[in-house]
């Protein structure tokens, strides 16, 4: 599991408020994304980031936000849930070698916004 | 940017038949190419990778992948495939050199194995 925690595994909230998805690492890998994964859509990227404070846009990243305060945390923030948000999020690491290594990924979270 | 497409959304094969999944990208230099595999109800998993060397590559469980770089593809194979291969398998691809770099997955061929 490359030491990839997520949390919560599971969340349901209303339309409007703010949720905030945490994806920690115990390994100090330089490299965290954030992926959203809906039928017919496959993985799309939403943030990711290159180290502590370095975070840059993926395809879809609308209505998110994303820090990254220690190495080991990178958080994900819905500002104002919305029913399109409804997902299954990963989050994944790769080492330091960056290009060069695979991505591993943490075991996801289901969000249900209602 | 890149991209990638998996022509195949949905497969279905019996046991012991031949799988070849369909992976063609979109990039104009040199790229790394993975194959990962997610199980219902599971995470993504690597199946296989491509940095460079030898265009054939080995992954676990007996698949197989063939870079051809001419084709922009990089296709997934397996002689025989099992009950337990059905999953979901997804084809991404990421630029080699430098750092931080986006992986880009396709949108994912659900395969169905029949006993």
């Known amino acids: 599991d490359a030491g990839i925690t997520q949390s919560p595994r599971h969340k349901v909230t209303e339309t409007g408020t703010p949720v905030t998805l945490r994806c920690h690492q115990t390994?100090?890998?330089?490299?965290m994304y954030w992926y959203r994964q809906d039928p017919g859509h496959g993985l799309r990227l939403i943030h990711y980031?290159?180290?502590?404070?370095?975070?840059d846009k993926g395809e879809v990243s609308d209505g998110y936000s994303v820090s990254r305060s220690k190495t080991e945390d990178f958080l994900l923030t819905l500002e104002s849930a919305t029913s399109s948000q409804t997902s299954v999020y990963f989050c994944?690491?790769?080492?330091?070698?960056?290009?060069?290594?695979?991505?591993?990924f943490g075991q996801g979270t289901r969000l249900t916004v209602v | 940017a890149q991209s990638v497409s998996q022509h195949n959304h949905h497969v279905i094969l019996s046991e012991a038949a031949s799988l070849e999944l369909g992976c063609n990208y979109s990039?104009?230099?040199?790229?790394?190419l993975f194959w990962y595999v997610q199980y219902p109800g599971q995470h993504l998993q690597l199946l296989l990778k491509?940095?460079?060397?030898?265009?054939l590559v080995k992954g676990i469980k007996g698949f197989e992948a063939e870079f051809i770089k001419s084709k922009f593809s990089f296709n997934l194979r397996k002689p025989s495939v099992q009950w337990s291969d059905t999953a979901e398998y997804f084809c991404?691809?990421?630029?080699?050199?430098?750092?931080?770099?986006?992986?880009?997955f396709g949108t994912g061929t659900q395969l169905k194995v029949e006993l």
């Open positions: 390994e100090n890998h330089r490299y």
């Open positions: 491509y940095f460079s060397g030898d265009p």
């Open positions: 980031s290159y180290g502590v404070k370095d975070t």
């Open positions: 991404a691809v990421t630029p080699s050199g430098g750092g931080g770099n986006k992986l880009t």
């Open positions: 990039y104009g230099g040199t790229v790394n």
């Open positions: 994944a690491i790769r080492r330091q070698g960056g290009t060069n290594t695979e991505a591993f």
